[in-house]
T-cell receptor
Framework: DAKTTQPPSMDCAEGRAANLPCNHS???????VYWYRQIHSQGPQYIIH???NNETNEMASLIITEDRKSSTLILPHATLRDTAVYYC??????????FGQGTTLQVKP | EAGVAQSPRYKIIEKRQSVAFWCNPI?????LYWYQQILGQGPKLLIQ????????DSQLPKDRFSAERLKGVDSTLKIQPAKLEDSAVYLC????????????FGPGTRLLVL
C-alpha cells in the first residue's frame, strides 16, 4: 500500500472550487487512488477513485498527474456541507484502507 | 438501497465491563469490516470478513476483542473486559467483494468507557 501525504487543513470560500492535493510518490502502476470524506459524527463516505485517467462524478473530479505521483480532488462549487475531513488512500491489491490524518476542509461563508 | 446499519449508536460503560456492537451490511455485500476510530485520528481496521471467514484480524487485540459473522451476513464485535483506552467510535463497513472495492460505512457506535 502506497503512503499518501496530505496537508492537515485547508480553507475554501463557499461557492468556490476546493482543490485538495495528495502526494503518493511510491504508488505502483496498478494501484488505484481512492478519496473518502468524513463529515463530523458520521462514517466515512466514498467520493471517487481513479487509476490513470482523470475521473468525474456527481460529487467531485479527480485529477491524477501523468507520473501518478500525485493527485488533486476538486469540489467544483464547495458548500458549507462539504466541510469535512478528506482522506486520500491508495489501498493496493489488498484493498485495505489505511486512513491517515487526512485534510480538514473548512468551507467558509 | 438501505445502507450499513449499526446499533447501538451510543454506549457508556465502566471499565472491566463487557459490550457488544451489531452491524448489518448492505444486502449482497460479501465483505464486512470493523474499524476503530479514536478521537482525532483516522479509522483503523480491526478485522475483515469475507462471507463468514476472517481475512485479516492482525490489528484486533484478541485478548479482549472478538468478532463473528456466523451466517455471513450480520456481525457482532465484542469487547470483554473494556479498558479506558477503548473509548472510540466503532465503524462497520461493507463492500461487494474484497479488493479493491468501494467500502460503504455505517454511522458508527460511539463508546465511552469510564
Amino acid at each position: 500500500d502506497a503512503k499518501t501525504t496530505q496537508p492537515p487543513s485547508m480553507d475554501c470560500a463557499e461557492g468556490r472550487a476546493a482543490n485538495l492535493p495528495c502526494n503518493h510518490s511510491t504508488i505502483s502502476g496498478n494501484e488505484y487512488v481512492y478519496w473518502y470524506r468524513q463529515i463530523h459524527s458520521q462514517g466515512p463516505q466514498y467520493i471517487i477513485h481513479g487509476l490513470k485517467n482523470n475521473e468525474t462524478n456527481e460529487m467531485a473530479s479527480l485529477i491524477i498527474t501523468e507520473d501518478r505521483k500525485s493527485s488533486t480532488l476538486i469540489l467544483p462549487h464547495a458548500t458549507l456541507r462539504d466541510t469535512a475531513v478528506y482522506y486520500c488512500i491508495a489501498p493496493g491489491n489488498t484493498g485495505k484502507l489505511i486512513f491517515g490524518q487526512g485534510t480538514t476542509l473548512q468551507v467558509k461563508p | 438501497e438501505a445502507g450499513v446499519a449499526q446499533s447501538p449508536r451510543y454506549k457508556i460503560i465502566e471499565k472491566r465491563q463487557s459490550v457488544a456492537f451489531w452491524c448489518n451490511p448492505i444486502s449482497g455485500h460479501a465483505t464486512l469490516y470493523w474499524y476503530q476510530q479514536i478521537l482525532g485520528q483516522g479509522p483503523k481496521l480491526l478485522i475483515q470478513f469475507q462471507n463468514n471467514g476472517v481475512v485479516d484480524d492482525s490489528q484486533l487485540p484478541k485478548d479482549r476483542f472478538s468478532a463473528e459473522r456466523l451466517k455471513g451476513v450480520d456481525s457482532t464485535l465484542k469487547i470483554q473486559p473494556a479498558k479506558l483506552e477503548d473509548s472510540a467510535v466503532y465503524l462497520c463497513a461493507s463492500s461487494l467483494s474484497a479488493t479493491p472495492e468501494t467500502q460503504y460505512f455505517g454511522p458508527g457506535t460511539r463508546l465511552l468507557v469510564l
